[in-house]
């Protein structure tokens, strides 16, 4: 299936030598599962999900009634599976463009193995995108609480809707030539992944609740953005050798193993200190409220115990930062996983309790 302007993503410029080869077999359906990569739909679900439970347990709850009715649960049970959806799309533009990177970094996924074509990829792809965006028209919060005030709201009610058409652009940049593919420019590509699935994550999911024009979600938001502009970094070091050959210049091929790991490294740990700054500075712009709003308690320990976490993980990779490059999925990578879900969970607990 060729679209225009991604042609770039079908393998022209393809790498010379011979790459890995990976194994032939599996169902179709189970080779399109494996093709979403499913363990990474989880945090940006349990992102929206947390996003949305902190919107109700705010200060900013529009609701005078505050109760959870099954209106709001369905709203944040059907933008939840529109992110894990965008996420699996995202996830499919970018082995699609990375095909040839791919057969040398990870040979054994879905098209670098030969299980899917080219075609079917993309065909399932443009699909998943579409599944992810169009219910997020009709996601809105109070006092849209009824088919009838959902189907006539204005354009300025439907953030939920604005936001994931952003977060899909970003996917979009980050992958493909013909958006600018940030992927190649080292901290940019960072940053296009920490926008959408740091800030605009957390903002999407209070969207679905309350109304975004508020500093809270915002600030939520920059403490996911910047723990994600360094830890994205922790999934480039195996795959050099790819992403050299695929003029990739991620901050490990442009600064070196060791440098990347001292840049990486603070990521880990300050943006979880912006926890115990935001129940003590005020919101002297609406109300006086403090600018996180939820148990101050509960805040306060969820940012040491994820600032302690950040320094362990932080401490593993300095201490032999070579051995980040010798295994596709190094510990820390999985750390970073574990303490993106810690922190959402404890959002969604301290804005509860």
């Not at 709201?153 to 939920?160: G, M, Q």
């Not at 809707?161 to 940019?188: E, Q």
Request: with cysteine; aromatic share 12%.
């Amino acid at each position: 299936m060729a679209v225009a302007g991604f042609s770039d993503c079908n393998g022209a410029g393809a790498m010379t030598d011979t790459p890995r080869a990976g194994p032939r077999s599996g169902s179709l359906g189970s080779t399109l599962l494996e093709f979403t990569r499913p363990f990474t739909l989880l945090p940006p679900t349990l992102g929206v999900i947390s996003g949305a439970v902190t919107a109700f347990g705010s200060a900013f709850n529009p609701d005078p009634s505050r109760a959870f009715t099954w209106w709001i649960g369905l709203t944040i049970l059907v933008g939840s599976l529109c992110a894990a959806l965008l996420n699996a799309a995202s996830n499919g533009i970018n082995q699609i463009c990375d095909v040839e990177i791919d057969r040398w970094n990870k040979g054994g996924r879905p098209l670098p193995s030969g299980r899917l074509n080219l075609s079917q990829a993309w065909t399932f792809t443009v699909v998943i995108y579409g599944l992810a965006m169009l219910p997020t028209w009709w996601v809105l919060p109070y006092p849209y609480t009824d088919w009838q005030a959902r189907w006539s709201a204005p354009l300025s009610a439907r953030a939920c809707f604005t936001i994931y058409l952003l977060g899909a652009l970003f996917t979009l940049i980050y992958s493909v030539p013909a958006f600018g593919r940030t992927k190649r420019y080292g901290i940019w590509a960072n940053l296009t992944i920490a926008l959408p699935r740091g800030m605009l994550l957390k903002v999407a999911g209070w969207s679905m609740v309350a109304s975004v024009v508020h500093l809270e979600p915002w600030y939520i938001g920059l403490i996911f953005l910047l723990f994600l502009l360094g830890a994205s970094t922790t999934k480039d070091f195996s795959d050099m050798e790819g992403d050299r050959r695929g003029n990739c210049h991620t901050l490990p091929i442009r600064y070196g193993v060791r440098a990347a790991a001292w840049i990486t490294a603070p990521f880990l740990v300050l943006p979880w200190i912006l926890l115990p700054a935001g129940t003590r500075l005020v919101n002297v712009w609406e109300g006086g409220h403090p600018w996180l709003t939820g148990n101050a308690l509960i805040l306060d320990a969820l940012g040491a115990i994820l600032a302690t976490w950040g320094l362990y993980v932080a401490a593993l990779i300095l201490r032999r930062p070579e051995e980040l490059t010798r295994k596709e999925n190094h510990p820390s990578w999985i750390h970073m996983y574990w303490m993106m879900m810690t922190a959402q969970i404890g959002f969604a607990v301290a804005y509860i309790v």
